[in-house]
């Protein structure tokens, strides 16, 4: 399975963008082929530290195609086998429905129009990263379309840690975010954030953006 690494890039201080704006970001991020459609649009009881690839109810719209009105949650893990510590280093918990998917990216707007947004945990997961764009491929070391990314609008503030392995003791210092851009990798040929991202975010979130990995 190897070593997978969740970045996210968010503003510094935890808002939470108007709908508008937030719709404006996610159509940027497929018009400037940061991301490849199809997209899905979830919201519920989210983690922002769940892994996407690895057990997020995220994870499982992309990865399941799961029809519209789908409850997608969290595995049950059994007592005895759960860890108490919070996410990423502890399980997540998280409980969210698939509102719409589509492969034309002009369609989420509407839909977003339609979701419990500032109300609940809202999140467009897109299928991958678009290799087709020269700056992507110029960060990362292989094409892999295993490197979905998730647009978060957070009902309550949650932290990520700015630089931690999910197998370490928590500790360490942690960055609250509302609004916040996260997405996968296994490979990469440049360290930090990826620029292509940041100049789509900064749009958006504004000049001063805070990143950070997680990593297991």
């Known amino acids: 399975m190897g070593i997978w690494t969740d970045a996210f890039i968010a503003p510094a201080e935890p808002s939470l963008l108007p709908l508008e704006s937030f719709g404006r970001l996610v159509v940027d991020l497929a018009r400037e082929r940061i991301v490849r459609t199809p997209w899905a649009l979830i919201a519920g009881e989210l983690c922002v530290n769940a892994s996407l690839n ?29 860890n108490p510590d919070p996410p990423p280093w502890g399980d997540s918990h998280e409980c969210a429905r698939l509102l719409a998917c589509g492969d034309a990216i002009l369609d989420v707007l509407p839909a977003l129009q339609q979701a419990p947004y500032g109300l609940e945990d809202v999140a467009v997961v897109f299928d991958c990263l678009d290799f087709g764009n020269r700056a992507i491929v110029d960060h990362f070391l292989v094409e892999d379309h295993r490197t979905m990314l998730v647009c978060f609008a957070l009902a309550r503030p949650q932290n990520r840690p700015l630089s931690t392995n999910d197998c370490w003791a928590p500790g360490g210092p942690v960055h609250p975010v509302r609004t916040c851009i996260v997405h996968t990798f296994k490979h990469a040929m440049e360290e930090g954030p990826v620029p292509a991202i940041i100049s789509v975010a900064a749009r958006h979130l504004g000049s001063t953006l805070i990143s950070g990995e997680t990593w297991g």
Do not use: F, H
């Open 54 to 82: 690895w057990g997020s109810v995220s994870g499982q719209a992309r990865w399941d195609r799961p029809d519209v009105g789908t409850l997608l949650c969290s595995e049950d893990v059994p007592e005895k086998y759960r």
